[in-house]
């Protein structure tokens, strides 16, 4: 089966300015999640949706972080506007369900904001 | 609040060195505790899901154990492709949001 899709891979930008990232996950997964990895720490869930619903955003910056998912399928993270304290990896995920199913990872998009 | 701690940060073992990897977790009602693989410049890749205390999963090198209070992950006769950061991650009853560990580091040399 064809994995997790993201992109780009590599994003370099100034502080203040905007960024997109997309992601389309594994065909069939209801859940899909972000996650932000700084260098050297495990990832941290920034958004959780299950099909178009957001299941958990608690820890998403919500004065400058934005995510959709599109028809239950792909989806989009923004940043606006970027700090350098934004710069990271940022990782989509899914999985079957919710709950017990594993995550299957995308390559993530490295950040670096200047 | 969940809480997962892994120890050590890195480990460096000689090619064919056994050790252990460590993961302490805080969660109320584990619904499971997830193993995965990073490579540098990869996402994380899924190793195993362990559910209740007690339970043990191998795959090749790897055996992964559980008890009430942390995991293990034994790993036996390492590979110098063994090499990777392993990440542990927990889903709690009470919600369905999985916390990942920092992860530990290993390095084996040949």
């Known amino acids: 089966e064809a994995g997790v899709a993201q992109s780009p891979r590599y994003k370099i930008i100034e502080k203040r300015q905007s960024v997109a990232f997309w992601c389309n996950p594994i065909?069939?997964?209801?859940?899909l999640y972000w996650y932000q990895q700084i260098l050297g720490q495990g990832p941290k869930l920034l958004i959780q949706f299950q099909n178009n619903g957001v299941v958990d955003d608690s820890q998403l910056p919500k004065d400058r972080f934005s995510a959709e998912r599109l028809k239950g399928v792909d989806s989009t993270l923004k940043i606006q506007p970027a700090k350098l304290e934004d710069s990271a990896v940022y990782l989509c995920?899914?999985?079957?369900?919710?709950?017990?199913?594993?995550?299957?990872f995308g390559n993530g998009t490295r950040l670096t904001v200047t | 609040e969940d809480q997962v701690t892994q120890s050590p940060e890195a480990l460096r073992l000689q090619e064919g060195e056994s050790s252990s990897l460590n993961c302490s977790y805080t969660v109320s009602g584990l619904r499971g505790l997830f193993w995965y693989r990073q490579d540098p410049g990869k996402g994380p890749e899924f190793l195993f899901t362990l559910y209740s205390a007690g339970e043990e999963k191998e795959k090749e090198r790897l055996k992964a154990t559980l008890t009430k209070k942390e995991s293990f992950l034994h790993i036996t006769a390492p590979k110098p492709e063994d090499s990777a950061t392993y990440l542990c991650a927990v889903q709690g009853s009470s919600a369905s949001k999985i916390i990942f560990g920092s992860g530990t580091r290993l390095s084996i040399r040949p």
């Open positions: 995920a899914s999985s079957l369900e919710s709950r017990n199913s594993p995550l299957h």
């Open positions: 065909s069939g997964h209801a859940t």
